[in-house]
Every structure is written in C-alpha cells, then in structure tokens.
C-alpha cells in the first residue's frame, strides 16, 4: 500500500505562481507513473502533469501545458507541481496519484488505484 502526501496548496492570484508537492511512501516501484489530476467547477478528475521515473519523461494536460512543470527529487521519492501564471481556472482540489509504469505513463484518471487526499489551490483577485 503507498501512501501519498500532498502539500503546497493555498490561495494566490492570478499570474501568481505556485508549488505543490507530493511525496510517497510505503510501497515503491522500480518505475512509477506519478504526477496529479484535479477537480474544478468545470472538470472532474482532469489530468494536470505525470511525471515517468525510469526515463524522467513529462506528461501534461492540454489546459496547462506550457504553465506547469513537474518535476522528481528521486532521493525523496517526491514530485513537485511548479504551477506558473495562475488563472482562476486553474482553482481546484489537487490529487497525487501513483502507479507502476507497466504499461506507459497516461493521464487516464481511471488507471490509477491510489491517490492522496488533494490540496486546494485557489486563484481569485
């Protein structure tokens, strides 16, 4: 069983910039898929980023790419959300989700069996 635990989450305003932060334990996996989804007013379980740990490849959704950058300390089996030029859309609950990476790293929600319990990021002026 992994347990992840999420951080970083906070009320900002729009263009500000943003870390969160994740880090696993329990069990690990020579090679993961993890990374975040989120849920807004809009979107439920949207995929944000997923970060590949055997050959560091990034994933992200389309409604974020070029804002946000995940990132892996593997020394902490952590991973880091720099969200960058926030937008009020960008407001919601923030999931860590892992998996092992047997099959290619996807933003399919469904694909992922453990998740943390979210952090919330608010943008609003």
């Known amino acids: 069983q992994v347990q992840l635990e999420e951080s970083g989450g906070d009320s900002v305003r729009p263009g500000d910039s943003l870390r969160l932060s994740c880090t696993a334990s329990?069990?690990?996996?020579?090679?993961?898929?993890m990374g975040w989804f989120r849920q807004t007013a809009r979107r439920n379980r949207e995929g944000v980023a997923i970060?590949?740990?055997?050959?560091?490849?990034?994933y992200y959704g389309s409604a974020v790419s070029g804002r946000f950058t995940i990132s892996q300390d593997p020394t902490k089996n952590t991973v880091y959300l720099q969200m960058n030029r926030l937008k009020p859309e960008d407001t919601g609950t923030y999931y860590c989700?892992?998996?092992?990476?047997?099959?290619?790293?996807?933003?399919?929600?469904?694909?992922?069996?453990?998740w943390g319990q979210g952090t919330q990021v608010t943008v609003s002026s």
């Open positions: 970060f590949q740990t055997d050959d560091r490849t990034s």
């Open positions: 329990g069990a690990t996996y020579a090679s993961a898929c």
């Open positions: 989700v892992i998996r092992r990476a047997d099959s290619g790293c996807r933003l399919f929600p469904d694909e992922y069996k453990d």
